[in-house]
């Protein structure tokens, strides 16, 4: 059964930062390809970043780029969110996912499992 489960989420004032954990339980995590979404209240789940299996290629959200840095050990199945300067209008709740298919990482549609989520609240 794969399971991912986040931490690192809190309170933070704006400018500050953040490192966010996803603890990933899939055999298969080595080649799996990673994304970082999040969900604001009332508004719909927006890509934040990705990364392949190899960790050679990351993508990233026109809103979160130069800001935040995702990163992978696949040696201890975790995969990372670093998020420095951060805004108001990060505040969310951050999910990981995995998705076994290589394209379309920025869609949601892609990932075949999700992690419960953790909060991020960005006071300005």
């Known amino acids: 059964q794969v399971q991912l489960v986040e931490s690192g989420g809190g309170l933070v004032q704006a400018g500050g930062s953040l490192r966010l954990s996803c603890a990933a339980s899939i055999g298969t995590f080595s080649i799996s390809n990673m994304g970082w979404f999040r969900q604001a209240p009332g508004k719909e789940r927006e890509f934040v970043a990705a990364?392949?299996?190899?960790?050679?290629?990351?993508y990233y959200a026109d809103s979160v780029k130069g800001r935040f840095t995702i990163s992978r050990d696949n040696a201890k199945k975790m995969v990372y969110l670093q998020m420095n300067s951060l805004k108001p209008e990060d505040t969310a709740v951050y999910h990981c996912a995995a998705a076994q298919s290589t394209w379309a990482l920025r869609n949601a549609e892609t990932y075949d499992s999700w992690g419960q989520g953790t909060q991020v609240t960005v006071s300005s």
């Open positions: 990364i392949r299996w190899s960790g050679g290629t990351t």
